[in-house]
């Protein structure tokens, strides 16, 4: 379903980044940094409206020609993006919502992992294994 | 949202998160202070059986743990009461042997290792050693030298994860209340 | 069964004797800075967990709050007692009775080794802070057995 996962630190450097072909994963990574402005922008003026919902979810960021563009952010500020086909009408906000908070709990567990260390790349196989999933899917 | 947390009602003055983290930071800084995973091993050990002790004069103070008259009631106890005291499960004692002087205690499920991955060059890491230095100065207390070694560790690709407990002998009116 | 959570101070116990024998030897400065620096890495693990699912904060006072409270009772299993500010960035926690501190004997002359286990409790706040953008620094002191004051002093930022 999704074809792009990345994780991306508070600092804002990418910890993990996935994609469904590697092939394209220079052209993700462009897109996963574009998408960053749109988080920081979306946050900023959420927090300022009086009525924020202040979910951690923060639901499509932009939609490009071929993709639509999730994020979401954690009490921490670690950034999840998302990247699913703009062809795939079948996936509602809800489910979307749900893969964020998949995503989110194998991140915490991950981040439990007393041998690592806040801001190292991400190579825990428990949490490579869930994002394989949220790939899969359909 | 809601902001509701996971505080369990089980009578437990701390979280069983925190005390999970906490041991994490242990073995994560034992492991930067010495060279080899056998010295990791033998301090946890060791800080393992300073616990034990105190911890059986704690359950025998407040009168919980009566006199066991043979290993299959010792095992019994540090089962249902030491383990669920110490982590908050319940192992399965099995695996007896046919003199009846040896048993594996096997854990399901692990708390202390909830969610560690090893990291590579650590393959002789007993990352739960702690365990074995518990009960074996919890039981040294009660008279009884044993020997216990980890024979499975399911963070290491085990099945399960499973503790080899070995009666030595009797310890007579000994007094071997000090600390290693 | 009651009572009987003796086991995490137990375990507490046996890391400040670890890191003081280690880590101690040459100045008593090195085992503080180990202890706060074990908290500070599982105090961002548990803000990283305990955050999960609690809405997206509004500014430093509405973490400050999430700290006395929610993360002090998921913790601890109550809260902090009472909490002061003086609007400048400090603010002062008051716990009466710190889970950390009831083991250890009650008299006055253990106020001074008892400080020695503050140093990963301090860690812990400061760790947590940091991970939800606050950095800080973060001191206690004991003024009656088990009662524990932590002063937190936020950086700017």
Not at chain 3, 56 to 73: A, P, Q, S
């Amino acid at each position: 379903m999704a074809v792009c996962v990345a994780v991306i630190a508070k600092e804002n450097h990418p910890l993990f980044l996935r994609t469904m072909s590697p092939e394209e994963e220079l052209k993700f990574h462009y897109t996963v940094h574009t998408s960053l402005d749109v988080v920081e922008e979306k946050v900023s003026s959420l927090t300022k409206s009086s009525n924020d919902p202040r979910e951690l979810y923060l639901g499509l960021l932009y939609p490009t020609e071929d993709y639509k563009v999730y994020g979401y952010v954690t009490n921490t500020k670690i950034k999840f993006v998302v990247v699913v086909e703009s062809a795939n009408n079948f996936l509602r906000d809800n489910e979307i919502r749900m893969m964020f908070q998949r995503l989110h709990v194998a991140y915490t567990d991950m981040f439990c992992n007393p041998f690592y260390n806040a801001g190292e790349n991400i190579t825990s196989r428990r949490f490579e294994k869930v994002v394989e999933n949220m790939m899969k899917q359909d | 949202m809601s902001r509701q947390n996971s505080a369990r009602a089980d009578g437990k003055k701390v979280s069983s998160e925190l005390f999970t983290l906490t041991y994490g930071a242990l073995v994560a800084q034992l492991v930067k202070d010495f060279e080899s995973d056998e010295a990791v091993n033998k301090k946890l050990d060791e800080m393992g059986y300073n616990i034990g002790v105190r911890l059986i004069e704690d359950l025998i103070a407040k009168g919980n743990v009566g006199r066991c008259h043979d290993l299959r009631e010792t095992a019994d106890i540090i089962a249902k009461l030491g383990f669920k005291m110490f982590l908050g499960v319940t192992p399965v004692v099995t695996k007896w042997s046919t003199a009846a002087d040896e048993f594996s205690l096997i854990l399901e499920n692990n708390p202390l290792a909830e969610f560690v991955e090893l990291p590579s060059g650590h393959e002789n890491l007993n990352y739960s050693n702690i365990l074995c230095g518990v009960l074996r100065g919890a039981l040294e207390m009660v008279q009884m030298e044993v020997e216990i070694s980890f024979v499975q560790d399911a963070l290491r690709g085990d099945d399960t994860t499973e503790l080899r407990v070995k009666f030595i002998k009797r310890l007579e009116d000994a007094i071997p209340a000090g600390e290693e | 069964m009651a009572d009987t959570d003796s086991v995490f101070e137990f375990l507490h116990m046996q890391i400040v004797e670890y890191i003081h024998d280690v880590h101690g030897k040459e100045s008593e400065n090195n085992a503080t800075t180990k202890l706060e620096e074990m908290g500070f890495t599982i105090g961002q693990r548990l803000a990283e967990r305990f955050t999960k699912e609690t809405a997206r904060f509004k500014d430093d006072l509405d973490v400050m709050k999430y700290i006395c409270k929610e993360f002090w009772t998921a913790l601890y299993k109550k809260q902090i007692d009472n909490l002061r500010t003086n609007h400048q960035g400090v603010f002062v926690l008051q716990d009466n009775r710190f889970r950390l501190l009831t083991q250890i004997s009650d008299t006055e002359e253990f106020i001074v080794p008892a400080a020695k286990y503050l140093s990963l409790p301090c860690g812990l706040i400061r760790g947590a802070l940091a991970n939800l953008g606050i950095p800080s620094i973060v001191g206690a002191e004991i003024t009656t057995m088990p009662m524990c004051k932590f002063t937190i002093n936020i950086q700017k930022h």
